[in-house]
Structures are given as structure tokens and as C-alpha cells.
Nanobody, 121 residues
């Protein structure tokens, strides 16, 4: 059993900051890429940022320069520091991990339950 548990969402004013965390737990052999996705009402889920086990990052154009993704491999945790937040950043943010549960199994994508981020005055 693998669980991804997100925390850190909430309500923030435009221009404010939030930090999201996502911890993976359970039977885990190795975690490859981790990332954050978001889904706004009436829209498809979209990539926000990803990070490989080696630390290489990738960002959506809409968040470059404002968001920073990082991870602590010793804690199986990925973070998303969000600065200069805008109303259009309002969405449910989902954590994703590409991981292998044991040496005999294939890699598989796992998802967290989502955390709401609302940017409003």
C-alpha cells in the first residue's frame, strides 16, 4: 500500500505565498519523478512542475519564476513553494509520484487526494 498525503493548501490573497508538501509512505522501493498538477473548476488537470530523483526540474510556463519545486529524498517528500500567487492559480493541487514498490514490480503513477488552493481578496 502506498499513500501520498498533501498538506499546505488554503486561502491566500493575490501576491501572497503558500508552500505545499506531499509525503509518500508505505511499501516503496524507489521513487523516480515527483510532481504537482492542478485542476481548476471546469478545466482539465494540468502539469504545474516536476522534479526527477536527481533534481532536474520542469515547470509550466504559467508558473515559471513564481513557483519552485523541491524534494527531500530521505523523507520521500516533494514541496511546492508558490509565490506571487494570482487568482488564476486557484485550483485543487495534486501530488504525483512515479515509483516502484519493490524490485519485482513495474513503475506506476500514484496520486494524492488533492489540496485546495484559493487565491482571492
Amino acid at each position: 500500500q502506498v499513500q501520498l498525503v498533501e498538506s499546505g493548501g488554503g486561502l491566500v490573497q493575490p501576491g501572497g505565498s503558500l508552500r505545499l508538501s506531499c509525503a509518500a509512505s508505505g511499501s516503496i522501493f524507489s521513487i523516480y519523478a515527483m510532481g504537482w498538477y492542478r485542476q481548476a473548476p471546469g478545466k482539465q488537470r494540468e502539469l504545474v512542475a516536476t522534479i526527477t530523483s536527481g533534481g532536474s526540474t520542469n515547470y509550466a510556463d504559467s508558473v515559471k519564476g513564481r513557483f519552485t519545486i523541491s524534494r527531500d529524498n530521505t523523507k520521500n517528500t516533494v514541496y511546492l513553494q508558490m509565490n506571487s500567487l494570482k487568482p488564476e492559480d486557484t485550483a485543487v493541487y495534486y501530488c504525483n509520484a512515479d515509483l516502484q514498490r519493490n524490485i519485482m514490480t513495474a513503475r506506476h503513477d500514484y496520486w494524492g487526494q488533492g489540496t485546495q488552493v484559493t487565491v482571492s481578496s
